[in-house]
């Protein structure tokens, strides 16, 4: 059985940092793109990264490239989220999201998620 | 950077038939995906590449992709369907993801 399991969250201050794990497992974990996703309160789904199945490829949206660094252990079924000078518009709650192969195409499997809350 | 559009709402009658709208240019040469997500709970995956359906989901779920309108039917609509869907593609020109806004379905 796939499970993604989200750790890390809380509260934290504009400015700050905050480094956010998912622990996989269930699957070939180096066979597939890993991706978070994130959806602030009472708004919609909203991709921030992705990385490829051994990590040599990374991809982020715009409202985070240079802040937020995406990253993986192979030989512990973890993908990272390390989030740098975080902001207001960064609260929400991030999922961890396993692609259906090597490509991020879509989906198949969601982590419950993780909830990041930035404020004074 | 390419968009997405749903409508905010979509409400239907119990045992009728709902279509939510995606919007993009040119969407028919993408291959689209569908979420489904209730209140309090992780998304879930209810139609791929158009109008694949993961195991578990039924059949009254379909999805469809042409031109710049992509749409996922839902027939025969429950109670239980009522959630919030969005719709999904790759955009390979930028390397990003793309969500739809995201539509509520309303089960009347």
């Known amino acids: 059985e796939v499970q993604l399991v989200e750790s890390g969250g809380g509260l934290v201050q504009p400015g700050g940092s905050l480094r956010l794990s998912c622990a996989a497992s269930?699957?070939?974990?180096?066979?597939?793109?890993m991706s978070w996703v994130r959806q602030a309160p009472g708004k919609g789904l909203e991709w921030v990264s992705a990385?490829?199945?051994?990590?040599?490829?990374?991809y982020y949206a715009d409202s985070v490239k240079g802040r937020f660094t995406i990253s993986r252990d192979n030989s512990r079924n973890t993908v990272d989220l390390q989030m740098n000078s975080l902001r207001a518009e960064d609260t929400a709650v991030y999922y961890c999201?396993?692609?259906?192969?090597?490509?991020?195409?879509?989906?198949?499997?969601w982590g419950q998620g993780t909830l990041v809350t930035v404020s004074s | 950077s390419y968009v997405l559009t749903q409508p905010p709402s979509v409400s239907v009658a119990p045992g009728k038939t709902a279509r939510i709208t995606c919007g993009g240019s040119?969407?028919?040469?993408?291959?689209v995906h569908w979420y489904q997500q209730k209140p309090g709970q992780a998304p879930v995956l209810v139609i791929h590449?158009?109008?694949d359906r993961p195991s578990g989901i039924p059949e009254r779920l379909s999805g469809s992709n042409s031109g710049n309108t992509a749409t996922l039917t839902i027939s025969r609509v429950e109670a239980g369907d009522e959630a919030d869907y969005y719709c999904?593609?790759?955009?390979?020109?930028?390397?990003?993801?793309?969500f739809g806004g995201g539509t509520k379905l309303t089960v009347l």
């Open positions: 999201a396993k692609s259906a192969g090597l490509a991020v195409a879509f989906f198949d499997y």
């Open positions: 269930g699957f070939t974990f180096s066979s597939y793109v």
């Open positions: 990385i490829s199945g051994i990590g040599d490829y990374t």
């Open positions: 040119n969407i028919g040469t993408k291959s």
């Open positions: 590449y158009d109008s």
């Open positions: 999904q593609v790759w955009d390979s020109s930028s390397d990003h993801v793309v």
